[in-house]
């Protein structure tokens, strides 16, 4: 099995910046791609950005390219995600996932895709 752990989190004023991090521990040699999903009050889990852990390729959800990115450090078998530019929509509990399963086009996205989750942790974006 593997762990993940996120922190990061917390309240900002709308335009500002914030960066996730979600540490894997266990079994993450196997692990394919990460990523980050949110889920705001009353909305249904939606996925942010993905990260491939070999090819280092990345996939983003139309709304939030230009303003977040996702990276990883293999040394530290850490993930990260730097929002900038933050809107109060961006409010919401981010949670980091891992899967096992390879990424193609029409699966990065899908929760169901992912066999791992971290407990998640809050961003709140005032305006």
């Known amino acids: 099995q593997a762990q993940l752990v996120e922190s990061g989190g917390g309240l900002v004023q709308a335009g500002g910046s914030l960066r996730l991090s979600c540490a894997a521990s266990g079994r993450t040699f196997s692990v394919y791609g990460m990523g980050w999903f949110r889920q705001a009050p009353g909305k249904e889990r939606e996925f942010v950005a993905a990260?491939?852990?070999?090819?280092?390729?990345?996939y983003y959800a139309e709304s939030m390219k230009g303003r977040f990115t996702i990276s990883r450090d293999n040394a530290k078998n850490t993930v990260y995600l730097q929002m900038n530019r933050l809107k109060p929509e961006d409010t919401a509990v981010y949670y980091c996932?891992?899967?096992?399963?390879?990424?193609?086009?029409?699966?990065?996205?899908?929760?169901?895709?992912?066999?791992?989750w971290g407990q998640g942790t809050q961003v709140t974006v005032s305006s």
């Open positions: 996932a891992a899967t096992y399963n390879p990424y193609n086009s029409d699966n990065y996205y899908r929760a169901g895709l992912y066999d791992y």
């Open positions: 990260i491939s852990w070999i090819t280092i390729t990345t």
